[in-house]
């Protein structure tokens, strides 16, 4: 069946960011732990005045970071009150000695902050393979956690940026039930995105008292329907981590699974992750094109969602786009190879809404229609399976040359930096 999730909520969006919520604040200092003689912002901190309840998604990629596995463990306490996030180094593929270091991190917040040590989780993006910098980073925990305020969310944003080009932030408020609450957040990633959780992270926090189960179930249910629906590269990565805050300082009354408010709820905390996703997407690496892939009229939901991300990863249609060259072709042989239920002679193909093949056949449409459709900085294209009711959207992006010039010497960069400081 076709699925509908559209709930009619009166979604305001404010200013604010992650801190929008009541009872949250953030910060962020600068470390060097890229590079000792580059102090940009690459340490932040989110944190809860209030005690809270927490669920989060992880990476499925089976190589996992230092701090995937700190956190996972941490999450499972239900009350974090703070997240260290920092750039310039994944903490990935760093043996024992990455998970002292991610723990390090966590203690050192939590003795700041007179917390205990399962009431953090920390999160890190960058370099896969290269030990931490924590002679570097505990000495400013205190900096970083005497600097935390209501107004903290833009350097936040900013200090988990690797090759992003602008923060991500975004937030709602919401009326239920004669109550306002709001949902915050801030995201990073450009590179490594593909369904299943990507190289991106994203902390969310809300003021809204949300039951323990329902918000773990709402937030994994939000990221299969925002995160899980993003690609760039077809490449997912060992940090992807996505965690939500909930501390109650509204007046809201207790979220619970069958509650007046519940739909409510999990439509904003999708609205607030949709839009994040979005971002993502847009500041993908050196791209040019962002593309809403919408598959309908297919048997299930898993044929519809195969279809679209098979098109979505093909690198032979993203590089089709890049050239603005409408290519139903290369579309047509990623949907047969998609592991879906296909008959060629009932596939309809739309870019922009203007038909280019119908019934698997070229549709006669006049190409310099659809050139001009595919040349745009934004354009939809739309696959009818014809066979069913189930639909999938995913979004997506071209493939340019500047995106492998990019990747091509990102990590001789960081060896150069290494060796700066004479540790290669």
């Known amino acids: 069946m076709r699925q509908n999730h559209a709930v009619d909520c009166p979604f305001k969006p404010v200013a604010g960011g992650i801190t929008a919520p009541m009872g949250f604040r953030a910060g962020a200092t600068s470390c060097g732990i890229k590079n000792p003689e580059v102090m940009r912002l690459d340490l932040a901190m989110v944190y809860s005045d209030y005690k809270t309840r927490a669920a989060a998604c992880f990476t499925t990629n089976k190589v996992k970071a230092a701090p995937v596995r700190v956190s996972s463990q941490h999450v499972k306490n239900g009350d974090v009150r703070a997240v260290v996030v920092n750039s310039g180094n994944a903490n990935a593929c760093t043996g024992p000695r990455g998970i002292a270091d991610a723990k390090a991190m966590t203690k050192s917040a939590a003795e700041h902050l007179d917390l205990d040590m399962q009431q953090v989780m920390v999160c890190s993006t960058g370099i896969i393979g290269m030990p931490m910098p924590v002679e570097r980073i505990l000495p400013k925990m205190g900096e970083l956690t005497m600097g935390l305020s209501s107004r903290g969310s833009d350097r936040a944003a900013r200090a988990i940026m690797t090759s992003d080009t602008k923060p991500k932030s975004y937030a709602i408020e919401v009326e239920c039930d004669g109550c306002v609450f709001r949902v915050g957040g801030i995201a ?87 839009e994040l996703a979005k971002m993502i997407v847009r500041d993908g690496e050196r791209v040019t094109k962002f593309v809403e892939i919408r598959v309908k009229g297919a048997r299930t939901h898993n044929d519809a969602k195969n ?118």
């Open 188 to 274: 990073k990633g450009a590179g490594m995105i593909c369904p299943n959780m990507a190289t991106m992270l994203a902390v969310i926090t809300t003021d809204a008292a949300v039951e323990l189960s329902e918000l773990r179930r709402a937030t994994q249910a939000a990221v299969d329907q925002s995160f899980n629906r993003i690609t760039i590269d077809g490449d997912t990565s060992t940090n992807d981590t996505v965690i939500v805050l909930s501390n109650g300082a509204s007046d809201l009354p207790l979220i619970k699974s069958k509650g007046p408010c519940v739909e409510i709820f999990r439509a904003a905390l999708r609205r607030v992750m949709m």
């Open 307 to 424: 279809v679209a991300e098979a098109v979505a990863k093909s690198t032979l249609v993203k590089c089709s786009w890049y050239g603005g060259d409408p290519n139903w072709g290369r579309v047509m042989h990623a949907v047969g190879y998609a592991d879906a239920r296909v008959r060629e002679e009932l596939v309809d193909i739309y870019f922009g809404g203007v038909c280019a093949a119908k019934g698997g056949l070229p549709s006669g449409a006049p190409m310099k229609e659809l050139e001009k459709i595919t040349r745009k900085p934004q354009f939809a294209l739309t696959i009818d399976l014809n066979l069913g009711e189930a639909d999938y959207n995913v979004y997506t992006t071209d493939l340019s040359e500047a995106y492998v010039d990019f990747n091509s010497s990102e990590y001789s960069a960081a060896v150069h930096a290494k060796r700066q400081q004479g540790l290669v």
